[in-house]
């Protein structure tokens, strides 16, 4: 699965924005996907996670509330809608497929999309 992320950009604090990531190569529908984040300095961390059906998602707790994963099985294409961002929020965010989860630890993950950088600005 080859996997592109885009709609990263910066945005001032208490904006939106709205992470795109197109799949190719394999059934979309096979894999569970997720997003992750990287700040300089820090570890890679859990953003959020969706079932292959997109029935299920999960939100680690710095962003429960203002974010939210959906999938689009038609479209081979995972979102990441980013509301109310913070300035902690800045990151380099990846996509991320997962043959038998949701994605939801790096230890799942089976393939990765290249990063999209995302800068809030206080």
């Not at 859990?46 to 689009?72: E, L, M, P």
């Not at 809608?81 to 929020?89: A, I, V, Y």
Request: with cysteine; proline share 2%.
């Amino acid at each position: 699965v080859q996997l592109q992320a885009s709609g990263g950009g910066l945005v001032q604090a208490g904006g939106s924005l709205r992470l795109s990531c197109a799949a190719s190569g394999r059934a979309f529908s096979d894999y569970g996907m997720g997003w992750f984040r990287q700040s300089p300095g820090k570890e890679r961390e859990f953003v959020a996670g969706i079932s292959r059906s997109g029935g299920a998602t999960y939100y680690s707790d710095s962003v429960k509330g203002r974010v939210t994963i959906s999938r689009d099985n038609a479209r081979s294409t995972v979102y990441l809608q980013m509301n109310s961002l913070k300035p902690e929020d800045t990151a380099v965010y990846y996509c991320a497929a997962d043959h038998f989860g949701s994605a939801l630890s790096e230890s799942g993950v089976h393939y990765w999309g290249k990063g999209t950088q995302v800068t809030v600005s206080s």
